[in-house]
Every structure is written in structure tokens, then in C-alpha cells.
Nanobody
């Protein structure tokens, strides 16, 4: 079974930076990789997505501040976050889509807390 292991969350002051990482265990063909976040009382929202061909899309709220990247050999995805704002606070989840024996699969990480203080 494939598992996603996240790391890199923490607490920073506004204007600071953090980099999140997520690694998929096992051998599997991963197509899309993405980061989502969920603030208390809010729905989980998409933050950034990167296709296998490295086409990137971002939520408007993070454009110009966050950068998503991936390594297809290591099955890893990163989220570099700069100029963090208090509204970026939340639990960040790694998400991956894969194909195994012709069937689509989806996986979620366990979540990592990001807290940005004013």
C-alpha cells in the first residue's frame, strides 16, 4: 500500500518562509501531485497542483508566493512558501493521483500544521 509522508510544517511569523515536503512510499506511477489546506471551520481547498509534465496551477491567494515542485524518480513533491500571511494558517495535505494496472488511485498525506502569527 502506498503511503504519503509529509514534513516541514511549523510556526512562523508573517513574512516568513516554510517548505513542505511529501514522499510517496512504494513503486507507483504518479500523475498529478498537489497540496491542499484546511483552516479551522473551513473546507479543504486546493493550494497548488503540478502535473507529471510539470504544468503548475495555483490558488489566486498564493500566486507569486508559493512554488510547487516535484521529482518523478523519488515520487516527491514540495511546496515552498514565502511571504507567509496569517491567513495561510491551516493543516496542509499532500495529495497524489496514480495509475496502477490501468486503474486510477488517489492518496492523501496525514497533514502537517502551518501556523503563521501576525
Amino acid at each position: 500500500q502506498v503511503q504519503l509522508v509529509e514534513s516541514g510544517g511549523g510556526s512562523v511569523q508573517a513574512g516568513g518562509s516554510l517548505t513542505l515536503s511529501c514522499a510517496a512510499s512504494g513503486t507507483i506511477y504518479i500523475t498529478n501531485m498537489a497540496w491542499y489546506r484546511q483552516a479551522p471551520g473551513n473546507r479543504r481547498e486546493s493550494v497548488a497542483n503540478i502535473t507529471r509534465d510539470e504544468i503548475k496551477t495555483y490558488a489566486d491567494s498564493v500566486k507569486g508566493r508559493f512554488t510547487i515542485s516535484r521529482d518523478n524518480v523519488m515520487n516527491m513533491v514540495w511546496l515552498q512558501m514565502r511571504n507567509l500571511k496569517p491567513e495561510d494558517t491551516g493543516v496542509y495535505y499532500c495529495y497524489m493521483e496514480a495509475i496502477r494496472r490501468g486503474s486510477p488511485l488517489t492518496f492523501w498525506g496525514q497533514g502537517t500544521q502551518v501556523t503563521v502569527s501576525p
